[in-house]
Protein backbone atom coordinates (compact mmCIF):
# COMPACT_ATOMS: atom_id res chain seq x y z
CA UNK A 1 0.00 0.00 0.00
CA UNK A 2 1.22 3.57 -0.72
CA UNK A 3 1.28 6.46 1.26
CA UNK A 4 1.28 10.33 0.56
CA UNK A 5 4.31 11.96 1.45
CA UNK A 6 3.79 14.73 3.88
CA UNK A 7 4.57 17.81 3.43
CA UNK A 8 6.27 18.11 7.04
CA UNK A 9 6.68 15.43 9.65
CA UNK A 10 6.30 16.57 13.48
CA UNK A 11 8.05 14.05 16.29
CA UNK A 12 7.26 14.24 19.58
CA UNK A 13 10.94 12.73 21.36
CA UNK A 14 10.66 10.73 24.38
CA UNK A 15 9.46 7.25 23.16
CA UNK A 16 9.78 8.22 19.94
CA UNK A 17 13.54 9.39 19.32
CA UNK A 18 14.65 8.66 22.53
CA UNK A 19 14.12 5.62 24.45
CA UNK A 20 14.38 7.30 28.13
CA UNK A 21 10.59 6.98 29.32
CA UNK A 22 12.03 3.93 32.07
CA UNK A 23 15.18 6.34 32.29
CA UNK A 24 13.12 9.53 33.72
CA UNK A 25 10.14 7.65 34.93
CA UNK A 26 12.79 5.86 37.39
CA UNK A 27 14.25 9.41 38.11
CA UNK A 28 10.76 10.21 38.96
CA UNK A 29 9.43 7.50 40.92
CA UNK A 30 12.96 7.99 43.21
CA UNK A 31 12.03 11.84 44.03
CA UNK A 32 8.71 10.89 44.51
CA UNK A 33 9.49 8.07 46.90
CA UNK A 34 11.86 10.35 48.73
CA UNK A 35 8.84 12.86 49.06
CA UNK A 36 6.31 10.44 50.84
CA UNK A 37 4.36 9.02 47.78
CA UNK A 38 6.50 5.22 47.47
CA UNK A 39 5.80 4.35 43.83
CA UNK A 40 7.36 2.63 41.41
CA UNK A 41 8.95 3.33 37.30
CA UNK A 42 5.84 1.46 35.92
CA UNK A 43 3.36 2.94 38.28
CA UNK A 44 5.00 6.41 37.18
CA UNK A 45 5.00 5.68 33.76
CA UNK A 46 1.52 4.86 33.48
CA UNK A 47 0.46 8.05 35.61
CA UNK A 48 3.15 10.93 34.11
CA UNK A 49 3.28 9.46 30.13
CA UNK A 50 3.44 12.25 27.80
CA UNK A 51 2.48 14.69 30.70
CA UNK A 52 4.30 17.78 30.90
CA UNK A 53 5.98 18.73 34.21
CA UNK A 54 3.10 21.22 35.20
CA UNK A 55 0.43 19.19 34.73
CA UNK A 56 2.43 16.63 37.08
CA UNK A 57 2.41 18.88 39.50
CA UNK A 58 -1.53 18.67 40.75
CA UNK A 59 -1.34 15.19 40.72
CA UNK A 60 2.07 14.82 42.80
CA UNK A 61 0.79 17.37 45.25
CA UNK A 62 -2.64 15.25 45.95
CA UNK A 63 0.10 12.29 47.23
CA UNK A 64 2.50 14.43 49.25
CA UNK A 65 1.04 17.76 49.80
CA UNK A 66 2.86 21.36 48.28
CA UNK A 67 5.76 20.76 46.22
CA UNK A 68 8.59 23.04 46.59
CA UNK A 69 8.29 26.44 43.66
CA UNK A 70 11.34 25.43 42.15
CA UNK A 71 10.51 21.53 42.00
CA UNK A 72 9.46 21.17 38.21
CA UNK A 73 12.64 23.04 36.85
CA UNK A 74 15.28 20.91 39.28
CA UNK A 75 13.51 17.85 37.79
CA UNK A 76 13.70 18.91 34.46
CA UNK A 77 17.42 19.57 35.28
CA UNK A 78 18.19 16.86 36.59
CA UNK A 79 17.11 15.01 33.78
CA UNK A 80 18.85 17.30 31.46
CA UNK A 81 22.19 16.05 33.47
CA UNK A 82 21.67 12.62 32.56
CA UNK A 83 20.69 12.97 28.83
CA UNK A 84 23.97 14.96 28.33
CA UNK A 85 25.77 12.03 29.67
CA UNK A 86 23.81 9.41 27.80
CA UNK A 87 20.67 9.47 25.79
CA UNK A 88 19.71 5.92 24.62
CA UNK A 89 18.34 6.08 21.18
CA UNK A 90 14.85 4.58 19.95
CA UNK A 91 16.12 1.81 18.00
CA UNK A 92 15.75 3.21 14.40
CA UNK A 93 14.65 6.50 15.12
CA UNK A 94 17.83 8.78 14.15
CA UNK A 95 17.73 6.55 10.96
CA UNK A 96 14.01 8.05 10.35
CA UNK A 97 14.82 10.77 11.04
CA UNK A 98 17.68 11.44 8.66
CA UNK A 99 15.77 9.82 5.99
CA UNK A 100 13.43 12.35 6.29
CA UNK A 101 15.87 15.27 6.03
CA UNK A 102 17.32 13.42 3.04
CA UNK A 103 14.22 13.11 1.37
CA UNK A 104 13.90 17.05 1.50
CA UNK A 105 11.07 16.58 4.18
CA UNK A 106 11.04 19.12 6.52
CA UNK A 107 11.04 17.57 10.44
CA UNK A 108 10.22 19.37 13.92
CA UNK A 109 10.23 17.84 17.22
CA UNK A 110 7.64 19.04 19.57
CA UNK A 111 7.57 17.52 23.07
CA UNK A 112 6.22 17.99 26.40
CA UNK A 113 9.57 17.81 28.31
CA UNK A 114 11.11 21.44 29.11
CA UNK A 115 13.48 23.47 26.93
CA UNK A 116 16.73 22.38 28.97
CA UNK A 117 15.68 18.72 28.77
CA UNK A 118 14.79 18.07 24.87
CA UNK A 119 17.82 20.27 23.97
CA UNK A 120 19.80 18.04 25.99
CA UNK A 121 17.71 14.94 24.51
CA UNK A 122 18.31 16.27 21.16
CA UNK A 123 21.91 17.05 21.64
CA UNK A 124 22.32 13.64 22.99
CA UNK A 125 21.24 11.73 19.65
CA UNK A 126 23.04 13.65 17.42
CA UNK A 127 19.48 15.27 15.81
CA UNK A 128 19.47 18.59 16.66
CA UNK A 129 21.07 20.06 13.76
CA UNK A 130 18.54 18.21 11.65
CA UNK A 131 15.48 19.89 13.55
CA UNK A 132 17.38 23.45 13.74
CA UNK A 133 15.13 26.17 15.27
CA UNK A 134 11.84 23.63 14.94
CA UNK A 135 11.65 22.66 18.74
CA UNK A 136 9.14 22.92 20.92
CA UNK A 137 8.60 22.12 24.34
CA UNK A 138 6.24 23.35 26.78
CA UNK A 139 7.57 26.77 27.63
CA UNK A 140 7.40 27.44 23.97
CA UNK A 141 3.76 27.30 23.25
CA UNK A 142 0.55 28.40 25.38
CA UNK A 143 -0.53 25.37 26.26
CA UNK A 144 1.15 21.58 26.39
CA UNK A 145 0.12 18.50 25.08
CA UNK A 146 -2.91 17.18 24.74
CA UNK A 147 -3.57 20.91 23.60
CA UNK A 148 -2.74 21.09 19.68
CA UNK A 149 -0.19 24.49 20.09
CA UNK A 150 2.85 22.55 19.85
CA UNK A 151 1.96 20.66 16.69
CA UNK A 152 0.31 23.74 15.51
CA UNK A 153 3.37 25.79 16.08
CA UNK A 154 5.95 22.84 15.07
CA UNK A 155 3.93 23.04 11.10
CA UNK A 156 3.99 26.85 11.00
CA UNK A 157 7.89 26.57 11.23
CA UNK A 158 7.90 23.78 8.81
CA UNK A 159 6.23 26.36 6.69
CA UNK A 160 3.26 23.49 6.34
CA UNK A 161 -0.56 22.92 6.03
CA UNK A 162 -1.24 20.62 9.89
CA UNK A 163 -3.56 18.51 7.45
CA UNK A 164 -0.43 17.91 5.38
CA UNK A 165 1.43 17.27 7.90
CA UNK A 166 2.34 13.60 9.35
CA UNK A 167 2.73 13.38 13.55
CA UNK A 168 5.03 10.36 15.37
CA UNK A 169 3.58 9.65 18.86
CA UNK A 170 4.12 7.10 20.92
CA UNK A 171 1.48 8.41 24.09
CA UNK A 172 -2.54 9.16 23.60
CA UNK A 173 -1.96 12.31 25.26
CA UNK A 174 0.26 13.24 22.36
CA UNK A 175 -1.85 11.30 19.78
CA UNK A 176 -4.44 13.90 20.72
CA UNK A 177 -2.64 16.98 20.56
CA UNK A 178 -1.52 15.49 17.03
CA UNK A 179 -5.68 14.90 16.03
CA UNK A 180 -6.64 18.21 17.72
CA UNK A 181 -4.16 19.97 15.78
CA UNK A 182 -5.64 18.67 11.81
CA UNK A 183 -3.01 16.11 11.48
CA UNK A 184 -2.30 12.78 10.36
CA UNK A 185 -0.69 10.81 13.25
CA UNK A 186 1.18 7.62 13.35
CA UNK A 187 1.02 5.67 16.65
CA UNK A 188 4.22 3.86 17.78
CA UNK A 189 2.96 1.27 19.68
CA UNK A 190 6.14 0.59 22.01
CA UNK A 191 4.83 2.05 25.62
CA UNK A 192 1.25 2.58 24.60
CA UNK A 193 -0.80 -0.36 23.19
CA UNK A 194 -2.12 -0.12 19.49
CA UNK A 195 -5.85 -0.27 20.29
CA UNK A 196 -5.43 3.06 23.18
CA UNK A 197 -3.48 5.11 19.81
CA UNK A 198 -6.14 3.81 17.56
CA UNK A 199 -8.89 5.09 20.05
CA UNK A 200 -6.86 8.80 19.90
CA UNK A 201 -7.72 8.48 15.83
CA UNK A 202 -3.47 7.61 15.18
CA UNK A 203 -2.69 4.90 12.68
CA UNK A 204 -0.80 2.11 14.89
CA UNK A 205 2.70 1.08 14.20
CA UNK A 206 5.22 -1.37 15.76
CA UNK A 207 8.61 -1.10 14.59
CA UNK A 208 11.01 2.00 13.28
CA UNK A 209 11.49 0.49 10.52
CA UNK A 210 8.23 0.11 9.09
CA UNK A 211 8.19 4.39 9.02
CA UNK A 212 9.72 5.42 6.00
CA UNK A 213 7.38 3.27 4.21
CA UNK A 214 4.33 4.68 6.09
CA UNK A 215 5.61 8.10 5.14
CA UNK A 216 5.90 7.22 1.32
CA UNK A 217 9.57 7.41 1.55
CA UNK A 218 10.14 3.90 0.24
CA UNK A 219 7.86 1.39 -1.66
Not at 43 to 52: D, H, T, V
Request: net charge negative; proline share 9%.
Amino acid sequence: MSHPRPAAVLFDCDGVLADSEMLVNAMVAEDLTARGWPITTEQCKGIFLGRSIPDMVPVVEKQVGPLPREWGAELSASIARRMREATPPMPGAVEVVRAVVAAGIPAACASNSGREELAAKLSGLGLASLFGGRVFSWQDVPRPKPAPDMYLAAALACGADPRDCVVVEDSALGARAGIAAGCRVMGFAHETPAALLEAEGATPFHSMADLPRLLGLTP
